[in-house]
């Protein structure tokens, strides 16, 4: 596990900032994707709890514009692990995803952070994420940016991005 990580993250790294952005001569500097619900694959070693440190959670969904059309898919992982820093116990999510469109895709990294408890505490775990832009292929090379991810009641996902040059 520590080998497919450290290759993953090795091969994330790798492209970043190395290409110019191809977003500064054109019109591009937002976009918004809606997303399927998820479809979850848990851990391959079924003896890896939920929620504890290492425990790894896989997703897979399609994306769609604003018209309903599908125009790819977003796969995922979401690798979990306990801290404490200053005497507050925290659960940390670490978020890897690829939105693998029909233009090309969009690699994006974050994290994160609940307070831990006997049963964790995601009273607010339906407010906006936001995660890093890390880069992208053909149409997205050498993007950079955030995208803010919102859970819709549906248990459907709105993705807004946002690039800079």
């Known amino acids: 596990m520590k080998i497919f990580v450290t290759i993953t993250l090795a091969l994330l790294l790798s492209g970043c900032g190395l290409t110019q952005s191809t ?19 848990d851990h391959p070693d079924l003896d890896s709890e939920p929620n504890s440190t290492g425990a790894v959670l896989f997703f897979a969904a399609d994306l769609r ?72 292929t053909d149409t997205f090379v050498g993007v950079r940016g955030t995208v803010t991810t919102t859970k819709r009641a549906n248990g459907t996902f709105l993705h807004k991005f946002t690039f800079v040059d």
Do not use: C, H, W
């Open 65 to 136: 514009d604003e018209t309903g059309t599908k125009i790819g898919e977003l796969i995922g992982q979401v690798t979990t692990f306990d801290v404490t820093i200053d005497g507050v116990d925290e659960v940390d999510n670490f978020r890897e995803m690829v939105f693998n469109m029909e233009d090309g895709m969009i690699v994006v990294l974050g994290a994160a952070q609940y307070v831990a408890g006997t049963e964790p505490d995601f009273a607010d775990d339906n407010a906006p994420v936001t995660a890093v832009i890390v880069g992208g």
């Open 23 to 41: 977003l500064a001569t054109s019109s591009l500097s937002s976009l918004e994707i809606e997303q399927d619900v998820p479809v979850l694959v």
